[in-house]
């Protein structure tokens, strides 16, 4: 199993970013995708999932109305559109799936809101 994300960088307060979460190594289309972040000297904490074939997501609620998290099973990849950033959006964001009892992590990639 391999998760590479991509697509964090510097933005302004206000500001959007779509991440990007490409996945390999299992059948993607069968599994629920999840979307994690971890703020400097916070424990990590879920942002928002979706279902095996996008028909349900789940989003935490700081994050709600802003993200949206969306995939594309034609190409393993897991997204998340984020608008409305504000400056506790800062973190470390992560694509995460559960496959045969463990769960699975990318590297991760560093949204940073700052004006």
């Known amino acids: 199993v391999q998760l590479v994300e991509s697509g964090g960088g510097l933005v302004q307060p206000g500001g959007s970013l779509r991440l990007s979460c490409a996945a390999s190594g299992f059948t993607f289309s069968r599994y629920i995708m999840s979307w994690y972040r971890q703020a400097p000297g916070k424990e990590r904490e879920l942002v928002a999932v979706?279902?095996?074939?996008?028909?349900?997501?789940n989003y935490a609620d700081s994050v709600k109305g802003r993200f949206t998290i969306s995939r594309d099973n034609a190409k393993n990849t897991v997204y998340l559109q984020m608008n409305g950033l504000k400056p506790e959006d800062t973190a470390v964001y992560y694509c995460e799936v559960p496959f045969n009892g463990v769960d699975y992590w990318g590297k991760g990639t560093l949204v940073t809101v700052s004006s």
């Open positions: 979706i279902t095996s074939a996008g028909g349900l997501t």
